[in-house]
């Protein structure tokens, strides 16, 4: 959920969160109870247990934890038996 900017009358500023669907225009200041309205700026969206984090937390993970790699690399002779599938119809198939 968005964090949106409001400011009363007096120049208090604060935050609140609203769905975006239903983010007034207004809001009361929670230290003069005054009327407040919502500055026009973008929401602060949060990026919290999104794919972005999941990302970041991957790339620092991969720094000292490097994942197993399986298989052979890449332009390496391939191993007798082993191939991109084990459908014995796909023997007969020529080769490039
Ligand atoms: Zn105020």
Do not use: W
């Amino acid at each position: 959920m968005p964090t949106y900017t409001f400011r009363c009358r007096e120049g208090d500023v604060f935050e609140e969160r609203h769905s975006m669907a239903e983010v007034p225009a207004n809001a009361m200041c929670p230290q003069c109870a005054q009327p407040a309205v919502r500055l026009p700026s973008a929401p602060h969206l949060s990026a919290a247990g999104s794919s972005a984090y999941g990302l970041i937390d991957r790339s620092a993970r991969s720094a000292h934890e490097p994942e197993v790699v399986r298989g052979g690399l890449p332009g390496a002779p391939r191993r007798s038996g082993g191939g991109y599938t084990s459908n014995p119809l796909h023997r007969k198939l020529p080769r490039p």
